[in-house]
């Protein structure tokens, strides 16, 4: 499948992987992407929390798309990718 634009890939991977997280993606838009697919299908996140290579604690976030609005994904992903 050839993508349009970042929402389309973002949305892919959603839809592909058990999660995905900011830090897999080299877009600067990454977080506007996923807050625009928010408006249009239910997005879970969860927060993963882990000490840095400097003894910091920081955490990140990984997001999904349920079982249940995989369908709903598809074919948003259709519409987008046009």
């Known amino acids: 499948m050839e ?12 839809i592909r992987d058990k999660y995905i ?4 993606f080299g877009y600067n838009g990454f977080r506007a992407r996923l807050s625009e697919l ?3 299908i239910p997005i879970e996140s969860q927060q ?4 840095n290579e400097f ?3 920081s955490y990140y976030k990984q997001y999904s798309i349920s079982k249940e609005n995989k369908s709903q ?3 948003l992903l259709k519409k987008i990718n046009k």
């Open 21 to 24: 997280s900011e830090q897999e």
């Open 38 to 40: 928010r408006q249009l």
């Open 55 to 57: 003894g910091h604690s």
């Open 73 to 75: 994904a598809k074919q």
């Open 3 to 14: 993508f349009k634009n970042q929402t389309s890939v973002i949305l892919h991977r959603l």
């Open 48 to 51: 993963i929390n882990y000490v």
